[in-house]
């Protein structure tokens, strides 16, 4: 059963690879379905040497089933029926399926080579794009400013704990030069998409992943040298946030000289959807209008002027208001929260894999979060990218073979 569950760790991988990019729906479905088949194989064959349900599986279900039942209510029956399949069915999927692929022996060698050239690749097709023009980069194979800023968070996370881990270990050179290169990658392509929030993302996760990491380091240290941890933390922290906000004020200049056209609404209208989305919550704020993103879009396009970047909240946790009321934002915070819990407890495992997981976990899910700020993105493909990482790194408390092949 190794060869079937390698090989299901192998689709697993091309199926995160593939929500890196845009405009391979049909390629996500069937590498998902296929993963779903491999996954039951082994999940039926090997049930007694794997744990088969992620520890998020009861929050999700809750929210998810929540979500489900805003059918009865919901103001357009149709969209939450679509939506539901997409954001919560398919993504349940994909929490299932790298959860269990990513238990295999070598499995984590195998998700950061594909995750790792996939985020190269689509970098590399980003900065490409930004130099042909606005409309090109809106439509390229890198799925736009939106979608790839989202991906470059959840990647960042990932690229910046394989470059900890290296040094930690003072791997060879090129082991170490790869990471930084990457993450110099990222950052460019980070700058074509000339979006403000990506780089508070990066700031965030930095801070954060920062602290965990010089709280592993120094947990079994004398008092001088978690001092000089402190220091080196609140320095870099400080150099983060400068940098970033001298970056996204750079950023903001250029949107506003009209060197590329703006990938996000204006600050004026995007505070006037926030207010029009409060008054729609305060109409049914226990329930919400219906499970979907876009619910009430139609009138609030007609109440703001109809632009099409007015059709949802621009924020993750206010959509979440106005589609389930605050039942469903309290479920979708507890699960939020049970996600968070888990990196936690990754990062507290004397095991150096394991916290590695627990950090890049903490960042995947602290740059989500920032994203979705003044977004809602968390649909589509960075859903299921976001939500199969997620998967896939809490499967480190399931699979002894990570630290095998770490």
Not at 106 to 111: C, D, K, Q, V, Y
Request: glycine content about 10%.
């Amino acid at each position: 059963m190794n060869k079937v569950h390698t090989a299901t760790a192998v689709v697993a991988a091309l199926f995160l690879a593939s929500c890196v990019f845009g405009h391979t729906v049909a390629l996500r479905m069937l590498l998902l379905g296929t993963g779903l088949i491999l996954a039951s194989v082994v999940g039926f064959q090997d049930r007694r040497e794997i744990r088969l349900l992620p520890p998020i599986w009861l929050p999700f279900l809750l929210w998810g089933g929540w979500a489900l039942l805003s059918l009865a209510w919901s103001i357009e029956p149709e969209r939450t029926e679509k939506e539901w399949s997409n954001e919560v069915f398919y993504t349940g999927a994909a929490i299932w399926v790298c959860y269990v692929a990513a238990q295999a022996p070598r499995a984590l060698r195998i998700f950061v080579a594909l995750l790792a050239a996939a985020g190269a690749l689509a970098a590399v097709l980003s900065i490409h794009a930004f130099f042909r023009g606005p409309e090109a980069y809106a439509n390229g194979w890198h799925g736009g400013p939106g979608d790839h800023s989202s991906a470059l968070l959840c990647l960042m996370a990932g690229a910046l704990v394989l470059a900890w881990h290296a040094a930690r270990l003072r791997a060879p050179l090129y082991a170490r030069a790869a990471p930084c290169l990457l993450i110099l990658l990222f950052l460019a392509s980070a700058y074509a998409t000339l979006n403000r929030t990506i780089w508070l993302g990066f700031a965030a996760q930095v801070m954060v992943m920062g602290a965990g990491a010089l709280w592993w380091l120094g947990r079994d240290g004398q008092p001088p040298v978690r001092r000089g941890l402190k220091l080196a933390a609140v320095a870099g922290a400080a150099a983060v946030l400068a940098a970033a906000t001298l970056i996204t004020l750079h950023v903001n200049a250029t949107k506003e000289g009209g060197a590329v056209a703006a990938a996000e609404p204006k600050r004026d209208s995007r505070m006037d959807v926030w207010r029009e989305v409060s008054q729609r919550i305060a109409e049914r704020p226990l329930l919400g209008h219906g499970f979907g993103r876009g619910i009430e879009a139609s009138s609030i396009r007609e109440k703001l002027g109809g632009s099409s970047n007015l059709g949802h909240a621009h924020n993750l946790f206010l959509d979440a208001v106005l589609q389930t009321g605050v039942v469903g934002l309290g479920l979708f915070l507890l699960l939020l929260g049970k996600v968070a819990q888990g990196a936690l407890r990754l990062v507290r495992d004397a095991d150096a894999s394991a916290a590695a997981c627990g950090l890049a976990l903490a960042g995947v899910l602290t740059g989500m979060v920032v994203r979705n700020m003044t977004d809602t993105l968390l649909v589509r493909q960075n859903a299921l990218l976001f939500w199969g990482l997620t998967g896939l790194l809490l499967a480190t408390t399931g699979a002894k073979s990570w630290r095998a092949s770490s």
